[in-house]
């Protein structure tokens, strides 16, 4: 493995290659996030589907809870930053 390789923090299943590129983006953020406000489990990042449409999930690793869940038609619209603050109000979390 080169210097120059990075391992990822979280895991990313079932994802369209943009969805991955742009949660791959804000990987850093989030994972201090969740690490700041006592989530030391592996973040995962997939997606499901159901009659009102696609979403995507954030859950950790070992646990089938999903911490936050955004359906596809807001996950584009939004910047890295509105991303972030969306998620940690969501959970309640400080920064």
Known sequence: ???DAKQDAALYEGLRPEEESTLR???EDVTKLMYDNGITARPIWTSRTDADGRFIQLCVYGSPRI???LAEG???NLSDGEFVSRL?????WHQ
Do not use: A, C, K, T
Request: aromatic share 12%.
């Open 88 to 92: 940690q109000h969501s959970m309640g």
């Open 74 to 76: 807001e996950f584009v």
């Open 25 to 27: 983006g804000i990987e």
């Open 1 to 3: 493995m080169s210097g």
């Open 67 to 69: 911490l936050f869940e």
